[in-house]
């Protein structure tokens, strides 16, 4: 059996590719990619990958914009879009990812045929990863405590401060002693549903879970999968909240342990 770092990605993949034309609107766009649940979608043009859209692309400040909702997604796109041959090791796809500052790739064959997408969250929870996570703790990858914001905050505040923070999430206070998170995905679907301006405490999600400061990223990676989540909170010893972790974070750690394995 292959060391998990060796293991080919196409093993590991998303075959079932989000695509969409230059000429949708950024609307339907972000409504395909709500409605599947989806963190990218790949624009096809004259049948070939020409660019692709994110829910990291979701925080620019004119796409909250209503006009911009239904100007094309061929405007807004990151192009051109990373590409990975699919027979490349894991620990490979990993160094790739965090050297061009990517979340997401497409995926090749010989040919150079689209078979695939690969995300960050494919390549942490690889099954292969337990090693590596069981050995580090959620404080050894654990930045700086997201911005916390009011409940009653709009919108465009969250984006701006995800954007000046170069964060994929933000916490909301609402008032009451309990805390929620407002994610990138919770932007896109505020985009499908044709409302950017809404108030962020009635679009983040309550209750945050949380994760102590001292467990395993295994242990962390485990919640992820349970709830259905991509962001825990990190509390102290006394339950106080410190930081947050998601999947760009593990990756980061695993990056580390690949490199020095390889």
């Not at 969409?20 to 990218?40: E, G, I, N, V």
Request: net charge negative; glycine share 8%; aromatic share 4%.
């Amino acid at each position: 059996m292959l060391p998990s770092h060796q293991v080919a990605i196409e093993r590991l993949i998303t075959r079932n590719l989000l695509t969409c034309t230059p000429d949708t609107p950024l609307r339907d766009a972000a409504h395909q990619m709500a409605l599947h649940r989806c963190s990218a979608i790949v624009v096809i043009d004259d049948g070939r990958p020409a660019g692709i859209w994110t829910e990291h692309d979701a925080i620019d400040p004119d796409a909250v914009d209503p006009l911009a909702l239904s100007r094309p997604i061929g405007e807004r796109m990151s192009h051109p879009i990373q590409t990975l041959r699919g027979d490349t090791p894991v620990g490979e796809a990993a160094i790739h990812f965090k050297r061009h500052g990517i979340r997401h790739a497409l995926v090749v064959d010989a040919a150079d045929t689209a078979i695939g997408m690969l995300s960050q969250s494919d390549i942490v929870l690889n099954q292969g990863a337990e090693f590596f996570l069981r050995l580090k703790s959620v404080d050894s990858v654990l930045g700086p405590l997201p911005p916390t914001l009011a409940h009653d905050r709009p919108l465009t505040d969250a984006l701006a401060r995800m954007r000046e923070h170069d964060t994929d999430a933000v916490l909301v206070d609402f008032g009451d002693g309990g805390l929620g998170i407002l994610t990138q995905r919770d932007v896109v679907r505020q985009l499908a549903e044709g409302q950017p301006r809404a108030q962020i405490g009635e679009i983040a999600s309550r209750p945050l879970r949380t994760v102590t400061r001292g467990a395993s990223l295994y242990a962390a990676r485990q919640l992820f999968v349970e709830h259905h989540i991509r962001h825990l909170g990190v509390v102290d010893g006394e339950g106080a909240p410190c930081g947050l972790i998601g999947f760009g974070d593990i990756l980061r750690n695993i990056e580390f342990e690949y490199v020095h394995e390889l």
